[in-house]
């Protein structure tokens, strides 16, 4: 009983989100509340993508997202690798030094990385949102985990029969991590297309925007169109539901094996 108290609580601002999509704004005003609208109306989501730079703006998340997924995805993979199975001087403090970063809070590099942004001409580029995800201590960390359960006899056969380090990185080692980066991608793309800070520091071409921020300009100072914001909220949550449900397999595998003490 309690678990279902707790979900319905849990779905209950969806449920209104939903039903706010549907709405005209009178019916968003009226008194008492209308959970279920007695009107229903599907023009809010016409009414949406006919905002300028709406559509725009969904294929520059689309853009990011997938870049940076697959730039954290390859850049990862590799430190994991090289901090689980490869034997290096000092490795141990590089690795506990790396950990340390992710006691910074990320609002604080904003400066720092805009400069530096700035200095590599990427400032107002969607350029500028990708090449962060190469710095990822989350991914590194919850894919070495992963590759420390793997048995070194399963690295030293093939390199007997004279494979390669990368040979045995790209044959081995992956295949066998597939659910931990499946997890990783889900969890990197959820990221990236709800990120809102980072382009808003970034971008200042309208064009250029992604959709988090077009749908914050829905939130006006003397009105706030919660109907098209709310009909936004349910686009966008849409890729993510759809990934979620193509990796859910490898999901709670990915989620379990990361919490593995290495």
Known sequence: MTAVLLSAVTLLPFFWMLSTSLKDYGAIMALPIQWIPKNP???NFSDLFQKEGMTVSMLNSLVVS???VTVTIISSAMAAFAFAKLEFKGKEVIFLVYLATMMIPSQVLFIPLY???GELKL?????ALVLPSVFKVFAVFMLR???MTIPNVYLEAPAIDGAGVFTVFLRIICPMCKSSLATLAVICFMDSWNDYLLPLVMLTTKTKFTLPIILSS??????SEYNLLMAGA???MLPILLIYALAQKYFAAGLQVGGVKG
């Open 66 to 68: 997938i870049s940076s």
């Open 41 to 43: 109306t599907f023009h």
């Open 145 to 147: 985990q992963r590759m």
């Open 115 to 117: 400069l530096l942004m």
């Open 234 to 236: 349910l686009v966008s």
């Open 218 to 223: 829905l939130n006006g100072q003397y009105k």
């Open 123 to 127: 400032v107002d580029s969607l350029g």
